[in-house]
């Protein structure tokens, strides 16, 4: 029998590694997974919704909505134009701008928020200009708006910078040649050809807006029905002891989460289908 | 800044004729200028009022000394431990086969993907003395929640997908008849890893402990759930920032962020480098 020269490896490094392999993501991502599923609806399904019906919690799931819907729309039709121009045009310090887009993933979330309280805080840039102006960013909606597009910011144009380098720009400027316009190449050419991708980014975003604590903690100032988001009341909850409250709204974010998850894993094989 | 300079000088397109360039650039521009470098410059030049010599007494004092030591120690714990079992894992998935296995590789991603205060609180509930691993752990007389390896452990999770998703096409792009090779020498298994594997893999496994880190050192919102946020003892940097602004403290905590920003370049540039290293250990 010819014995493939590759299978060299020793016969219970599969089996090991496997065990290892399971047993870690056991612990990290099925228990975890479970647990709030099963804290959530462990008293049934009229104790969840009645607790997520609350006043001050649906008024948090309601916040978390509107952040969401100001948020992904703007980022989303910035970050297109940023991977625009980075990937069509060839110009001096464009590799220092793709390192740039990455800040505020490089930046713990907390300093995210930090910096909005320095600029706009009382005793910031504008602070006592927007007092006088009976103004408030920071602890009001404002700065949850800017805390959050602060930090979700590089989502799409992350995405889509990779596969438009790879795409390049024969297509477009094809179209060019034949008459088209600006708006017509975008429309007609680059975006079918990057649809996956955006869709990709504008779900990471939409998830990471919604998700979002360390930022939004900072500037929400915690005001319970008017600054909470959902992750923030989590806190809330948590710290409460009201643990099915607080993993019923977590649940809802979870779902969030493995709808990411499932985009992703959709995004990933039409892309993969589409190279060959 | 300088791209606010090239921005403004309207640089010549090369290359191409197609229109947009001087909308997008000056759009996206302003944007990120309102966004993101403004609001950046106002932390620095905030904290660039203070004096080098008050800087200094407020850095080193000794309890935001102690917060960055455990920060920084329990980044760099957790990100040894992702560089171990991100290895093993992504070998796992790409090398072989098993039911369930296109499920689990979809749900590595979930800590990317789950908000920070959701991982936060189901580790706390898992890993708290009466939680389902917390019962199971203390038959071994490990404690795991409301301590130091509380941080860790929610920074093994945080950081597990960065070392697989670096790893996982490294693995997958290995040139087999190189191990082929290395057999048909008579090298041994151990061999063709250590020196075959272990080599290509480890430019790709240096950017995801990197990255891992990085996002370690400044992580909040899992670690306050599950560990007892006591200072000297389980008080993170950020978590610090966040006291000391609760408390009006402002200078304090924009010296602390500050420092914090420097890190973070620092890191952004080295795994930076790291990227363009492992780019070129490949051998396309």
């Known amino acids: 029998m010819i014995v493939p020269a590759i299978n060299k490896e020793p016969r219970w490094i599969k089996p090991v590694l496997l065990f290892l392999a399971l047993v870690f993501l056991a612990v990290f991502i099925f228990i975890p997974l479970f647990t709030i599923f099963h804290q959530a609806l462990g008293s049934g399904l009229k ?54 887009i990455e800040v505020p993933f490089a930046i713990s979330p907390v300093i995210a928020g930090l910096l909005f309280i320095f600029l706009f805080g009382s005793f910031g840039w504008f602070g006592q200009w927007l007092i006088a102006h009976h103004l408030k960013v920071v602890f009001a909606l404002p700065g ?53 991708g955006l869709i990709y980014g504008v779900v990471l975003t939409n998830a990471r807006s919604m998700g979002e604590f360390g930022a939004v903690a900072v500037v929400s100032g915690l005001i319970r029905g008017v600054t909470t988001t959902m992750p923030l009341y989590i806190d809330i909850l948590y710290n409460e002891y009201r643990y099915a409250a607080a993993f019923g709204v977590a649940s809802l974010l979870t779902l969030l989460a493995l709808a990411t998850l499932i985009v992703k894993t959709i995004v990933e094989h039409f892309n993969s289908v589409r190279k060959i | 800044m300088g791209i606010k300079i090239t921005a403004a000088k309207k640089p010549r397109s090369r290359g191409t004729g197609l229109p947009g360039f001087g909308l997008t650039l000056g759009l996206s521009m302003t944007y990120m200028a309102l966004l993101i470098f403004i609001p950046l410059s106002a932390l620095i030049l905030y904290s660039a009022r203070i004096g080098p010599r008050e800087f200094w007494v407020l850095i080193s004092d000794e309890r935001v000394m102690a917060a960055f030591k455990i920060s920084f120690l329990s980044a760099f714990i957790a990100a040894l431990f992702n560089f171990i079992f991100g290895l093993v894992i992504a070998w796992v998935l790409t090398r072989y086969t098993f039911p369930g296995k296109r499920i689990i590789d979809a749900l590595i991603d979930l800590p990317f993907a789950i908000p920070t205060a959701v991982a936060g609180i189901a580790l706390a509930f898992i890993f708290s003395p009466n939680g389902i691993m917390g019962v199971f752990l203390k038959n071994f007389g490990l404690e795991l929640a409301y301590s130091r390896k509380g941080i860790v452990l929610a920074l093994v999770f945080i950081g597990l997908p960065f070392v697989v998703r670096t790893v996982q096409p490294v693995i997958q792009e290995l040139d087999k008849e190189l191990e082929e090779a290395a057999a048909s020498l008579g090298a041994d298994f151990y061999q063709i890893f250590g020196r075959v594997i272990f080599p290509s893999l480890f430019p790709a496994l240096l950017t995801g402990f990197a990255l891992a880190f990085a996002r370690g050192l400044g992580e909040y919102g899992s670690i306050i759930f599950i560990s007892s946020n006591q200072p000297y003892h389980t008080e993170i940097v950020p978590l610090l920032i966040v006291k000391k602004l609760l408390q009006f403290d402002y200078r304090g905590a924009s010296v602390i962020g500050v420092t914090m920003l420097v890190c973070a370049f620092v890191l952004l540039l080295l795994i930076n480098f790291l990227e363009a290293f492992a780019a070129r250990g490949k051998s396309r």
Do not use: H, S
Not at chain 1, 76 to 95: D, M, P, S
């Open chain 1, 47 to 100: 104790v969840y919704f009645k607790n997520l019906m609350e006043p001050d919690i649906f008024a948090a799931i309601k916040l978390t909505l509107v952040v969401a819907l100001v948020c992904v729309p703007v980022n989303t039709f910035f970050g297109i134009l940023l991977a625009w121009v980075v990937t069509k045009f060839e110009f001096k310090g464009k590799n220092i701008l793709i390192t740039l």
């Open chain 1, 144 to 196: 949850i708006f800017l805390a959050t597009a602060f930090v979700t910011f590089p989502f799409v144009a992350r995405e889509l910078i990779p596969l438009m380098q790879e795409l390049g720009r024969d297509d477009e400027e094809a179209a060019m040649t034949l008459g088209a316009k600006g708006f017509q190449i975008f429309f007609r050419i680059t975006l079918p050809n990057i649809k996956w």
